[in-house]
């Protein structure tokens, strides 16, 4: 394992470089409510998956966490439907918060991947992940647990200051929008490793690429 790669999880999202919609970034916390209350029926079917809290806890609702844990320790195994599942709603995940986030004012789409990007390899699991570490990795990512709430605090007021700079000037600050982008990479690495479990290299404390 290269430490010098660029790490496995790749996220970005496209600046608008354009005027946004201050109506609809001025009742933006009512706009998104029905594509909340999807992703809260997503959530609520996870708990069959084992998903459930211990992904949402981090942003992460629905995800296949304990039984890709099991297969992977018995069987060396990562069904591809379950890799693929969690992929595809980690990048819808991404597109709500981002909408909610102000940083793209497209409704956010259950299958397009709009102005967002997410994406990371499919494992071979008796090659790429070492059987036992998933067993640990919840307890491993605790300081990124530290990090991350420090920065969803920071996220939070940034995203209040964004609000009042998009209903005068239109335009998303840029040194805003790249803090948040920077958080939302952050927290799907944190993801990736510890809950989707699809690597083993451990995610790396800052907010670039």
């Known amino acids: 394992m290269n430490p010098d790669a660029p790490y496995p999880v790749q996220y ?16 933006r916390l009512f ?13 609520a079917g996870g708990y069959a998956y084992g998903g459930g809290r211990a ?11 304990a039984p890709t844990l099991l297969l992977i320790v018995f069987r060396q195994k990562y069904p591809r439907w379950w890799f693929d599942w969690n992929l595809e709603l980690m990048r819808f995940s991404a597109r709500v918060g981002v909408y909610l986030a102000l940083m793209d004012d497209h409704y956010p789409s259950t299958d397009e991947h709009q102005a967002v990007q997410l994406d990371f390899p ?3 699991a008796a090659r790429d992940l070492n059987r036992w570490l ?6 491993l990512a605790i300081p990124h ?5 420090f920065l969803y605090v920071a996220a939070f007021f940034v995203v209040i200051a964004a609000w009042f700079a ?10 805003m929008f790249d803090f948040l982008v920077g958080v939302g990479r952050y927290t799907n690495r944190v ?12 995610p790396p404390f800052r907010l670039s690429p």
């Open 55 to 65: 992904a949402g806890a981090i942003g992460a609702a629905g995800l296949i966490v």
């Open 31 to 43: 706009m998104v409510i029905p594509i909340a209350i999807v992703i809260a029926l997503i959530e």
């Open 145 to 149: 647990y530290v990090v991350l709430f």
């Open 134 to 139: 998933p067993l640990v990795k919840w307890l």
């Open 166 to 175: 998009i209903l005068f000037t239109g335009h998303y600050p840029r040194g």
């Open 122 to 124: 499919y494992p071979d």
């Open 12 to 27: 970005s999202i496209d600046y608008p470089d354009r005027p946004l919609n201050r109506l609809s970034t001025f009742f």
């Open 191 to 202: 993801i990736a490793y510890a809950h989707v479990l699809v690597t083993d290299r451990y």
